[in-house]
């Protein structure tokens, strides 16, 4: 099967590197822990990805190579397996059907029995079915059940079934059903009961306090949550406003882990602290993406109006789109550029990797994603690496929102950090080794001054 893998992939080379300006790869010492730690996650998600499963064309049974789910310590039935009626039975035929991990018994349950159907090893792990009739053979497999024998939330088990020459596998996936977390927008089903709108603040109270006055002037019954780890913290006032005190500097990420955490609502809006709602920032029409059952998006993002002009970003440069390669047991992440691709439910809408920080996102997606405590006095693209795989992400030309910047000199002063090369060279330290990366593209200048510092 492994075989049937590599020839599924487009790119056999094992090797990948990344263009200037290159971060990485780590010192020895560290990039064995890497190695240590890549091995376990890598066991773990080949343990749960979907397995390939060849169908002979020319077999005589008929099967469900996959599909099959059962509860922990319950039963299901295999459905689906059938010899061939049209196969000459001029001798006795032996089916095994044996779990290839043990993990469940294997039974046939009571059905028409002849004397000239055996049946040996039922209700255990090797079951063996022989007679010299086509319609007791295919009466006893219609017949077959699986009893899941051990406890886990997710396992994989495989009937191995054999008849002459014949090989069949069939796929057993066992696994405790997810309960499910839903949101109640409640009995007047609009925005408020939807969307709560969260913005972390430090030292810019100014702006805090505009962005709050912006918000209930046009969704006054909007609940507000504020994350502040300023210095000398001052009262916010609001309409269902809630002012969350952090520790001085306790961080960026460790403010955005707060207020998601203390989210109630489906989704959830983030803004900078420096940004004011407009007429333009119509919140429902991103709650009209998020709901589409067809676009599937889990986090949509707007536009900014920034010094008189209406942009996707703040830099031309920003990274929008991006490349993870893997090679050697580690991976390279690099700035892709490819072609603009738009929704067809939402032609305004482009597909992206990474956004600004005005968006809005399903609670639940991002809560799984999480934000890299790591990260306290700059952050935000490093989701976006994480949430790759995890999260549809668009930008949609339809929800604008002013900036207005107005940083404090201690903002300033604490915020930036072009003379904390040690600062800096930890954050790069920490996304090579989380993300396993050999070496990445620089998508922060920042990062640059790093460079000499990691091995």
């Not at 676009?295 to 008189?308: K, P």
């Not at 490349?323 to 738009?342: F, M, Q």
């Amino acid at each position: 099967m492994n075989d049937l893998k590599e020839k599924m992939e487009f790119d056999q080379s094992r090797k990948c590197s990344c263009p200037e300006p290159v971060i990485g790869p780590l010192d020895m010492n560290n990039r064995q822990r890497q190695k240590r730690e890549y091995l376990e996650w890598e066991r773990q998600e080949n343990k749960m990805a979907e397995p390939i499963t060849l169908c002979s064309a020319m077999s005589p049974i008929r099967y469900l190579g996959s599909g099959i789910t059962v509860e922990p310590l319950h039963v299901v039935r295999l459905v689906g397996i059938e010899v061939d009626s049209t196969l000459q039975m001029n001798k006795e035929v032996r089916v095994t059907l044996t779990s290839r991990h043990s993990l469940g018994h294997i039974y046939i349950e009571l059905c028409k029995i002849t004397d000239s159907l055996h049946i040996e090893g039922n209700k255990s792990g090797h079951v063996s079915i022989q007679t010299g009739n086509m319609d007791d053979m295919n009466s006893a497999l219609s017949h077959l059940i699986y009893n899941s024998k051990y406890h886990h939330i997710r396992q994989r088990d495989y009937i191995d079934v054999s008849m002459h020459n014949f090989h069949i596998v069939i796929n057993i996936l066992i696994q405790r059903s997810h309960v499910p977390r839903l949101y109640d927008p409640g009995p007047y089903n609009d925005i408020s009961g939807k969307v709560t709108v969260v913005s972390k603040t430090f030292e810019r109270y100014e702006c805090v306090k505009r962005l709050i006055s912006s918000v209930n002037t046009f969704y006054p019954n909007v609940t507000i949550l504020v994350a502040d780890d300023s210095r000398e913290k001052q009262k916010l006032d609001g309409n269902n406003l809630k002012h969350f005190l952090m520790p001085f500097l306790e961080g960026y990420n460790a403010g955005k882990n707060l207020l998601v955490s203390q989210v109630r609502t489906k989704y959830f809006l983030w803004v900078d602290d420096d940004f004011v709602f407009t007429n333009d920032t119509i919140l429902e029409r991103f709650v009209e993406k998020l709901e589409s059952s067809t676009a599937e998006l889990d986090l949509v993002a707007g536009l900014i109006l920034h010094h008189g002009n209406v942009v996707e970003d703040f830099s031309e440069k920003a990274w929008t789109d991006v490349a993870y390669a893997r090679g050697n047991g580690s991976g390279c992440l690099i700035r892709r550029r490819t072609p603009v691709v738009t929704l067809k439910e939402f032609p305004n809408c482009k597909l992206k990797d990474m956004v600004i920080n005005f968006f809005m996102a399903k609670t639940e997606a991002v809560r799984k994603v999480g934000f890299d405590l790591t990260f306290e006095r700059f952050a935000h693209r490093e989701f976006f690496v994480d949430a790759l795989g995890f999260l549809r992400i668009a930008q949609c030309d339809d929800v604008i929102i002013l900036h207005r910047r107005e940083n404090s000199h201690r903002y300033s002063v604490t915020r930036y950090m072009k003379r904390d090369r040690q600062g800096v060279t930890r954050y790069a330290k920490r996304i090579l080794f989380k993300n396993n990366l050999q070496c990445f593209q620089s998508w922060e200048k920042i990062f640059v001054q790093a460079k000499n510092n990691i091995k």
